[in-house]
């Protein structure tokens, strides 16, 4: 609401009727403009200035505009950790999960080496995942550059291993494309099995949790990719 720009060009009065409304915002949209001058020690032609100043043409307009953004600045609701396992656990037992996990761990069995992918947070649990999967005697590398070359030969008789929540990344997207296109088998790990990634995949295993985000970031719980993960790892482990 306040840019850069319009603050550029607030004098000292306009800045001192500034930082009272950014310090009691939830106040002044509830105030009539004398209120406001004699609170902040300032005419009231100052406030109409320092309206016009943020593309308001008067005081009534300005509150307006300022509830709005008050209301879009509203910290969204965190969900416990409790809620997420909770979540995710209960859906597990009515749901099919194992036989997605059986049906991924049966394919990955069968190759040589297994390849993981995934962008921001699928990344770090793909570089886990790599590393878990090693340890449990089945070779395993992560790749986080969808532009990272890698020869067909060695991809023959691979598999690779997607992670992602929303399942339409498009580097995450771009990326099988191109190592399906080189022969490696695809299984995906995603939140809903409807996405572009669980639609480009020989076997998607999907696990339903309530999507969050916050200050435009995905944090929704990646408990489910981690068991998902362990689990196949352990059944692989049995073959």
Do not use: W
Not at 122 to 137: D, N, Q
Not at 220 to 233: D, R
């Amino acid at each position: 609401m306040f840019s850069n720009e319009a603050i550029s060009t607030f004098n000292d009065l306009e800045m001192s009727l500034y930082n009272y409304v950014i310090k009691n915002s939830d106040k002044v949209i509830y105030m009539r403009i004398r209120e406001l001058a004699n609170e902040t020690h300032v005419s009231t032609s100052t406030i109409l200035r320092f309206c016009r100043k943020v593309d308001c043409e008067g005081f009534s307009e300005f509150k307006v505009k300022l509830k709005i953004f008050l209301d879009k600045d509203q910290t969204p609701h965190l969900r416990s950790s409790q809620e997420s396992l909770s979540e995710f656990l209960e859906r597990t037992l009515k749901g099919n999960l194992d036989s997605y996990i059986m049906d991924a761990a049966e394919m990955i069995a069968e190759s040589d080496s297994v390849i993981f992918i995934g962008i921001g947070s699928s990344g770090i649990l793909a570089e886990y995942g790599a590393r878990y999967f090693s340890s449990l005697g089945k070779f395993s590398l992560y790749i986080k550059d969808p532009l990272f070359p890698i020869s067909a030969k060695y991809l023959q008789n691979s598999t690779t291993i997607a992670l992602s929540v929303s399942g339409e990344n498009r580097f995450t997207v771009t990326h099988i494309n191109q190592l399906k296109q080189e022969g490696s088998k695809i299984v995906s790990i995603t939140n809903n099995q409807h996405c572009t990634v669980a639609k480009l995949s020989d076997v998607n295993v999907p696990y339903y949790v309530t999507e969050e985000k916050y200050n435009n970031s995905n944090i929704t719980t990646q408990i489910p990719v981690m068991y998902i993960l362990e689990s196949i790892a352990r059944e692989i482990n049995k073959h």
